[in-house]
């Protein structure tokens, strides 16, 4: 029999998503780490959470090679896995194919049961009861435009979340490259919110949607203000969404993927942005960037973070994510393998994890 | 369907990544007449094993490969292909991936 897995309050657990597995580490004063044995290992995980609504339940986005994707959960920080009884398949007659399962979102705090996950091709499915049964949203799948939808380099991905703790009828989702959508009637009808994104590969630069939204993260006090990172640029919405300013401002470049938040001071934004060719660090000295005022102005974070010629570092955009700690946490994996963390809002950084398979996602989680 | 007229029961041998979801075997028996009945028999006996097989619209997936005996169905009549009751299935995850 296994060993029970368990973790005291206040230690913080980050889960990273990688090529070739679940990677859990964990830390109760984010210096010394404990980097434990792969779960789900040798898969493809997209995503993973730790859900504590309710007990404290993991859940992974187990993309295979070669036997199908499946959404898993495990109550034993990983020793176990179960799968759906009615998983996330799409309906015989529906013509779509699961292709990746992209992003794990709970619900609402008083929505202990609810859980959402993003996939490609995009639509989004819920669950209920924990992640027992899941039902396809049929508004989003019923999308009028949905046959004018393009994917993105990396598929036709719905790959964020944000169900709004304010109003449980709002929700906005990401999908690449549809853009920004937000529902205002629980998830029966969607509309576009890209209104001044850009789309630089197409002719028109600021069409109704068809934007590359890598990104999207929302204010934890102002429930209106959102920010994104996108293909074509980092933008702020004060207004739900309805429309977007520009606030690259001194950033090196407008490309970039991941996008994070301090929760504790929530003008603080972080993003790693890239040279759009060669998705990777600008310049030879690899940087997160933090805004303290909304995107006014960026700082460039660099202390403790590699440098040089041999440095050549790319995030995904779930490879960057911050803590619930004051002074928060930022955690920043690259597909090469490292992850860097930093317990001071990021003005200081340790590689605490190295040789890593290529991560895609990064969550943090401070155990209740 | 032999000269009997009974639907034939036929091995059918699993990779090592499917074998927990037969309960930790490496082959079970199950019954058809063609490589289609025989998943939906194993999915009925082992619920989700279809869907590792194939997609939600019902054809193989891309690096599945199935042999009847030693040839693979998809230059038979792919997942329609006849099975006799000697046949041996083989499933096997193709050489692929990186």
């Not at chain 1, 959960?73 to 799968?83: H, I, L, R, V």
């Not at chain 1, 955690?331 to 003005?347: C, E, H, I, K, P």
Request: net charge negative; glycine share 10%.
């Amino acid at each position: 029999m296994a060993n029970t897995i368990s973790y005291a309050p206040g230690t913080v657990v980050v889960l990273v998503g990688t090529k070739r597995g679940l990677f859990i580490l964990s830390s109760k004063d984010r210096e010394k780490w404990d980097v434990a044995a792969p779960v789900l290992k040798g898969r493809r995980i997209f995503n993973a959470i730790l859900d504590q609504r309710n007990g404290q339940r993991l859940f992974a986005a187990d993309n295979g090679d070669f036997f199908g994707n499946f959404l898993r959960y495990s109550d034993d920080f990983g020793q176990t896995w179960q799968e759906p009884e009615e998983g996330i398949q799409f309906p015989e007659d529906s013509g779509e194919k699961l292709k990746n399962i992209w992003v794990i979102e709970p619900g609402r705090r008083d929505e202990p049961g609810t859980v959402y996950v993003g996939v490609d091709p995009a639509n989004l499915w819920v669950s209920n009861n924990g992640g027992r049964t899941w039902e396809l949203n049929a508004g989003l799948a019923a999308h009028p435009t949905r046959a004018r939808w393009e994917p993105g380099a990396g598929g036709l991905c719905l790959h964020t979340i944000i169900p709004d703790p304010s109003n449980a009828a709002r929700m906005w989702i990401g999908i690449s490259a549809v853009g920004c959508m937000r529902t205002d009637d629980g998830g029966q009808s969607w509309v576009f919110a890209n209104k001044n994104t850009r789309t630089d590969f197409l002719p028109e630069k600021y069409p109704e949607f068809g934007q590359c939204i890598h990104r999207l993260v929302q204010h934890s006090t102002q429930p209106d203000v959102l920010y994104q990172q996108n293909h074509c640029g980092i933008y702020k919405s004060t207004n739900a969404g309805d429309d977007w300013t520009d606030i690259q401002q001194n950033l090196p470049s407008d490309f970039g993927f991941p996008i994070a938040l301090d929760v504790h001071h929530p003008d603080t934004v972080y993003t790693v942005v890239e040279d759009p060719q060669g998705r990777q660090n600008v310049s030879p000295q690899f940087m997160v960037y933090r805004t303290e005022n909304g995107g006014e102005q960026w700082e460039q974070l660099t202390q403790g973070l590699p440098g040089g010629n041999g440095v050549v570092l790319g995030v995904l955009r779930h490879g960057m994510c911050t803590d619930t700690i004051n002074p928060c946490g930022v955690y920043v994996g690259t597909n090469t393998g490292q992850l860097f963390a930093s317990r001071d809002r990021g003005d200081s950084w340790s590689l605490i994890a190295d040789f890593l398979p290529p991560i895609y996602s990064v969550t943090a989680s401070v155990v209740v | 369907m032999d000269s009997t007229g009974a639907i034939p029961i036929v091995k059918v041998s699993f990779p090592i990544a499917l074998r927990a979801r037969i309960g930790n075997r490496d082959s079970v028996k199950a019954v058809g007449r063609t490589v289609r009945e025989i998943i939906d028999a194993l999915d009925h006996d082992f619920p989700g094993l279809r869907f590792n097989l194939c997609h939600e619209t019902g054809e193989l997936r891309p690096f599945v490969n199935i042999f009847l005996n030693r040839e693979n169905i998809r230059y038979l009549q792919g997942l329609d292909t006849p099975v006799s009751p000697e046949a041996t299935l083989y499933i096997l995850q193709s050489v692929a991936g990186g």
